[in-house]
């Protein structure tokens, strides 16, 4: 199972981005999906996270600025990211808790991408 994570970059505060993060491989199905940031010098730490595409959890500190959805058909999620502060700059990754088969279910993580928020 691949974690692929597409969409960061750089943007000024108050600003917009999409993240997305395909699922490919061997997938029974997915439990759990969300999204990690590690900031320089920093634990990494939880953003959001979707359980079986309806049940979400944010960070107090992303609350109300960031959305956690998921395309179950295409094994994909996402994450909106709106008003943007410095504050969220952190290499976000995505992890998810993927079933190979109806017993055998591993912990992936992605890659990182990239977010740098300017002030």
């Known amino acids: 199972v691949q974690l692929v994570e597409s969409g960061g970059g750089l943007v000024q505060a108050g600003g917009s981005l999409r993240l997305s993060c395909a699922a490919s491989?061997?997938?029974?199905?997915?439990?759990?999906m969300g999204w990690y940031r590690q900031a320089p010098g920093k634990q990494r730490e939880l953003v959001a996270v979707?359980?079986?595409?309806?049940?979400?959890n944010y960070a107090d500190s992303v609350k109300g600025r960031f959305t956690i959805s998921g395309d179950n058909a295409k094994n994909t999620m996402y994450l909106q990211m709106n008003s943007l502060e410095p504050e969220d700059t952190a290499v976000y990754y995505c992890?998810?808790?993927?079933?190979?088969?109806?017993?055998?279910?591993?912990?992936?993580w992605g890659q990182g991408t990239q977010v740098t928020v300017s002030s």
């Open positions: 992890n998810a808790q993927v079933f190979e088969d109806w017993r055998t279910g591993n912990n992936y």
């Open positions: 491989g061997r997938i029974f199905s997915i439990n759990t």
């Open positions: 979707v359980t079986r595409g309806t049940n979400t």
